[in-house]
């Protein structure tokens, strides 16, 4: 199987710790250099993705501004864990942007696909 | 072929959890740190579905008084050794 | 074969950054090269040179210290998250208009570039993290 580029895996909600923006910079970096890089959101991680957020009121940046413009930098994948969302109640239409949707027979062979896997 | 560290104590279930949707029969799950107690023969039950190997660090089972004989253990070498021997190093934490 | 080792860990709250030492230690022992260790989130901690460590317990940043020392290890502190938790040099210090700085010798602050390179160069890219 052939293997490249990084997997950015992300499991923590927004705003609770700065894992969230830590995962993203990461990844725009990994654009940055031309790197292929997908973004795993997985368990919490996904709650990141949930459109509509304000969290001016507790002194933080949006990050569906940052996420927004992911698409612009090339970062082709974005992929979420259907189980994830599920075990949630959350839905793929009140999500930020479109995704690709991993259910979890499928996690393994995405861990494969890449060279590294960082987690954040 | 994928070494999975994981490093949180039982109480952490979901990380366990999403770690195991993961491995695959020829993967690797090194437990470290307070993964460890993972080992007890209390949680067993939990890592019935895991289909890879279980392996975890000597110096944390030590450490915290644990004997895990059920279980095989490898030193810093054998960790590194390990991270050789898989294809690359999954953490989870 | 040739590792990089990330850690986000933290020294003191959390065991991570020792398992990493450890690790590190381990790697070169077998006769493998590190291509770099780089710190980010919490982990910019390590690069402290103000930890007073009691005498009867281990100095972690003092530890990568003496580790770089010896091997010649690149220890990159990452710039952005580093500068936020009040981890800088002089050079940082005089840019945001500071009088004291405190980075440790052997350490030095630089981009997340430095992490996706260490990818590209590196076999294998080793993770030590801590749950936040």
């Given at each position: 199987m052939s293997t490249e580029g990084i997997l950015v895996?992300?499991?923590?909600?927004?705003?609770?710790?700065s894992a969230a923006r830590d995962a993203l910079d990461v990844a725009l970096t990994c654009s940055v250099f031309e790197q292929p890089v997908t973004l795993l959101f997985l368990d919490d991680g996904v709650f990141q993705l949930l459109k509509g957020q304000s969290p001016s009121?507790?002194?933080?940046?949006?990050?569906?501004?940052?996420?927004?413009?992911?698409?612009?930098?090339?970062?082709?994948?974005l992929c979420v864990s259907t189980s994830s969302l599920e075990q949630r109640g959350l839905r793929q239409d009140e999500l930020i942007l479109?995704?690709?949707?991993?259910?979890?027979?499928?996690?393994?062979?995405?861990?494969?696909?890449?060279?590294?896997?960082?987690s954040i | 072929m994928v070494l999975h560290t994981l490093n949180q104590a039982p109480a952490n279930a979901a990380c366990m959890a999403s770690a195991l949707n993961t491995i695959t029969s020829e993967d690797t799950l090194l437990l470290i740190e307070d993964g460890v107690y993972w080992t007890l023969p209390a949680f067993?039950?939990?890592?019935?579905?895991?289909?890879?190997?279980?392996?975890?660090?000597?110096?944390?089972?030590k450490a915290r008084d644990l004997k895990a004989d059920a279980v095989e253990s490898v030193d810093d070498a054998g960790f590194v050794a390990l991270c050789v021997s898989h294809d690359k190093v999954v953490s989870w934490f | 074969m040739i590792f990089s080792i990330v850690v986000q860990a933290p020294p003191v709250q959390t065991q991570g950054a020792?398992?990493?030492?450890?690790?590190?230690?381990?790697?070169?022992?077998?006769?493998?090269?590190?291509?770099?260790?780089?710190f980010y989130r919490d982990g910019v901690h390590n690069g402290s040179a103000l930890t007073c460590t009691p005498q009867d317990e281990f100095n972690i940043p003092q530890q990568w210290q003496e580790l770089a020392q010896q091997h010649k290890l690149d220890l990159v502190v990452c710039i952005a998250a580093a500068v936020?938790?009040?981890?800088?040099?002089?050079?940082?210090?005089?840019?945001?208009?500071?009088d004291q700085w405190n980075l440790r010798d052997s350490f030095e602050l630089s981009g997340l570039g430095q992490l996706v390179e260490a990818c590209i160069q590196s076999d294998r890219v080793v993770t030590f993290g801590a749950r936040s």
């Open positions: 895996m992300t499991r923590s909600a927004p705003y609770g710790s009121v507790i002194g933080q940046k949006n990050l569906n501004a940052v996420q927004q413009s992911l698409p612009l930098y090339d970062i082709k994948r479109p995704v690709e949707l991993v259910d979890d027979a499928a996690l393994p062979a995405l861990l494969a696909q890449h060279r590294h896997v960082l | 067993a039950s939990q890592l019935a579905n895991l289909t890879g190997r279980l392996v975890a660090l000597e110096a944390d089972l | 020792e398992t990493a030492l450890r690790f590190a230690r381990a790697v070169l022992a077998a006769g493998h090269s590190i291509h770099r260790i780089f936020r938790r009040g981890v800088i040099n002089e050079q940082e210090a005089v840019r945001y208009k500071q």
